[in-house]
């Protein structure tokens, strides 16, 4: 069973906020929200940061973290214990994290005018059927069905966006690698009031449980806090 947890992160742009919250992410992480220029990226990198470490963390430090061969983090098992698998991703203020015990992708977009040549390159001719109905409504849905499935591979960009189609636009039995999609309803709006298309990638019988909205604030605690 997968759990998604969302967060508004848009308090955190705040400069007083990410000040705070740098000495409790990871070095690596830490380096990436300094290197952000404009308030809303950093807000939304260092709340995935502390995000993870209200999730994973019990003693309050960055949980440590290893990659697959093509860049996806996983937690670092600890001796004795299988660690559960997550997947991040942020949009428009908005952080999302789902958490399960199998492989699993996650992607979220905010809703945006269709970009026609996108589509054509990284749509297969299926898709671009379906989004032909309803280009500036489908385009976001569709793009983060694609990534949430590469999230989920771990293959990233080697797989190429055209050598596959993805639900909605075409039908669930059709998923690639017998795979179980999801879009996500709830917690789709974003900082501006646009949507959000959230959409999630799991393992063919896997299923979506809670869909849980944290406080901002929570982000300050740990796993027991």
């Not at 070095?27 to 995000?51: D, H, I, T």
């Not at 660690?83 to 952080?95: E, K």
């Not at 636009?169 to 900082?191: I, K, L, Q, Y």
Request: hydrophobic content about 40%.
């Amino acid at each position: 069973m997968v759990t998604l947890y969302a967060v508004d992160c848009t308090p955190w742009r705040d400069p007083a906020l990410i000040e705070r919250a740098l000495p409790l992410l990871s070095p690596a992480r830490c380096a990436r929200v300094q290197r952000l220029g404009a308030e809303l990226p950093r807000a939304q990198c260092a709340a995935a940061g502390l995000l993870l470490r209200r999730l994973f963390s019990p003693d309050g430090t960055p949980p440590a973290l290893t990659h697959g061969a093509h860049g996806k983090p996983y937690l670092l098992p600890k001796k004795g214990e299988e660690p559960p698998f997550f997947s991040l991703s942020h949009t428009g203020g908005r952080v999302f994290c789902a958490v399960g015990e199998r492989e699993l992708g996650l992607d979220a977009e905010t809703i945006s005018p269709c970009r026609a040549r996108v589509a054509e390159r990284c749509f297969t001719p299926e898709e671009r059927a379906w989004l032909s109905a309803d280009p500036d409504a489908r385009f976001a849905r569709l793009w983060a069905a694609k990534e949430a499935y590469l999230k989920f591979t771990g293959l990233g960009l080697i797989l190429p966006m055209s050598g596959f189609s993805v639900p909605p636009a075409v039908p669930p039995e059709r998923s690639p690698g017998g795979c179980r999609f999801f879009e996500v309803t709830g917690t789709d709006t974003a900082a501006d009031g646009r949507a959000v298309a959230v959409a999630l990638c799991v393992t063919g019988n896997e299923k979506l449980g809670a869909v849980r909205e944290l406080p901002p604030d929570e982000l300050w605690q740990t796993k027991q806090g």
